[in-house]
């Protein structure tokens, strides 16, 4: 037994006594028994030298550390009003929820946001409302040299690896993916078996080559080539670096990595798995743009692109100087945020490295077009997608195609418990645990990913109808306002001078 889970015992033999002793119906030697393991914990507490807290507060000093255990849930459940919580507030959560259950219920009462604050976000109206479209919007990606284009959502499963995620959650996504006709990025951890369920995939390879890779670590074109042949394997994306932790590789706890996950990756198991911080295929943009061709031949044809977090803007300058040079386009890039989601990372990385989102999806989409180069890249963008404002804002910007983790993940029923790093995720989304995986039934939680999907971009339609738009090509920057106090820009104002 943990000293916790005996703590605890200990404190439920408190209150027993305490019941059984205003009843007077216990004898003295019963509460001797009873109180011994009490006595023994406080002995051990005061002897022990590495917890000052409950050397100093022997018993109740544990209480500390189980109030820390349950903050999250406690500052969640009992402290944070609708608007006010991180990495997602309450609202953001309930819109997950209630479209991924099609309980749709119109807000009472008006928003109950400060719209008057700093950084508020709106979109501009027509008095003269536009036809709703009939069928969801796709683009297809895939320039020039692409030989099997793909006519792809523009809104989709963002990157999340099995491994981080569990199998059934894996599973589940991968069955909504195919039901609603949207694709599943894989994330970096390799191809499973649960990813292969009929649902469309974006293979995505990172710096540690999982699924292609020799046993020294290195690119395996190989393994790569016999697997992005496969069918359901539609686009290949090169994982440059992610928002949460840019210029840091993946990190996968040792306590989530077992057998099955090693073997599919490659790996041992039962260790920590921490990704290089960088590729070693390629060392500049040249390279880069001659692996995406041999990736592009191996593959059959297929749509290659990159996946980034923008830190030195040179170095993108530098991507699409190379791309003209060599001829060799990717097809599509994906741009993600500093304040993109993790299953684990340092906290300075986080917190403090990296260009946010926004900016740095005006400065991707700027700089294609100096160079010349948007019409034949398309780009996704994958950072705190959530609702139907989320994608209109996202293609007002610039994006041809959003993608969400965090939010098929409430889909599936993920509470924000703030736990994807222990191992111990209550609702089985991202853990490895049998007990709590089981929890995760794939052939009922599909559905709600399906849900979520269809009933998001139901809202986009309605949207793009108060917008007065009749296509998505219309959107643009003028439409999004973004209110600073009492005075406000549209983001064409915000962006004008330093990206165009």
Not at 225 to 249: D, L, R
Not at 378 to 406: E, H, P, Q, Y
Not at 457 to 481: M, P, W, Y
């Amino acid at each position: 037994m943990s000293k916790k889970s005996f703590f605890i015992a200990c404190i439920l033999a408190m209150g027993l006594i305490a019941v059984l002793m205003f009843a007077a119906a216990i004898s003295w030697i019963w509460l001797s028994v009873i109180l011994f393991p009490l006595i023994c914990l406080g002995i051990y507490d005061l002897m022990q030298k590495k917890n000052s807290v409950i050397r100093n507060f022997p018993i109740i000093g544990h209480m500390r550390y189980l109030l820390k255990d349950i903050g999250p849930e406690l500052h969640q459940y009992f402290v944070e009003d609708n608007t006010d919580g991180t990495p997602f507030n309450a609202n953001e959560r309930n819109y997950v929820e209630s479209h991924a259950t099609k309980n749709l219920e119109n807000h009472p009462f008006g928003t109950e946001l400060n719209i008057y604050k700093k950084n508020y976000d709106w979109m501009e109206h027509s008095i003269y409302a536009a036809p709703k479209l009939k069928d969801f919007p796709r683009v297809t990606i895939g320039g020039p040299a692409c030989s099997q284009p793909y006519s792809a959502s523009i809104f989709n499963i963002s990157a999340m690896s099995f491994g981080s995620l569990s199998p059934n959650a894996i599973k589940a996504l991968n069955l909504g993916a195919k039901e609603g006709a949207f694709f599943h990025d894989t994330g970096e951890g390799g191809i499973s078996k649960y990813h292969r369920n009929g649902g469309d995939l974006v293979w995505e390879i990172g710096t540690a080559y999982f699924g292609c890779r020799t046993k020294e670590g290195k690119f395996d074109a190989i393994q790569f080539q016999e697997k992005a042949k496969w069918p359901e394997v539609k686009m290949i994306e090169i994982k440059i670096s992610q928002g949460a932790k840019p210029g840091h590789g993946g990190i996968l706890p040792a306590a989530k990595n077992n057998q099955e996950i090693a073997d599919i990756r490659g790996i041992k198991p039962n260790t920590d798995v921490i990704s290089p911080p960088s590729h070693t295929t390629f060392s500049n943009a040249r390279g880069l743009c001659f692996w995406m061709k041999q990736l592009r031949e191996l593959s059959g044809g297929k749509p290659i692109g990159f996946k980034l977090c923008i830190g030195s803007q040179q170095e993108f300058i530098d991507i699409c100087e190379q791309m003209l040079t060599t001829g060799i386009l990717a097809d599509f890039i994906t741009v993600d945020g500093a304040e993109g989601g993790t299953g684990a990372a340092p906290i300075d990385f986080s917190d403090s490295v990296g260009m946010p989102w926004e900016p740095a999806l005006v400065f991707v989409c700027d700089t294609l077009k100096k160079f010349g180069l948007k019409e034949n890249i398309k780009i996704v963008t994958a950072t705190k997608i959530i609702s139907a404002f989320d994608i209109f804002k996202a293609i007002c910007l610039g994006a041809d195609i959003c993608n969400s983790a965090r939010g098929m993940m409430f889909a599936l029923g993920c509470i924000q418990s703030l736990k994807c790093h222990t191992n111990k995720c209550p609702t089985g989304v991202a853990t490895q645990k049998d007990s709590l995986v089981r929890g995760l039934v794939p052939e009922e939680k599909w559905k709600r990913v399906k849900n979520y999907h269809h009933e998001t971009l139901n809202d986009f339609l309605d949207l793009l109808v108060a917008s007065g738009c009749t296509e998505i090509s219309q959107l643009n920057r003028k439409i999004i306002h973004k209110q600073m106090g009492t005075e406000e820009k549209t983001f064409a104002e915000i962006y004008e001078i330093k990206y165009t």
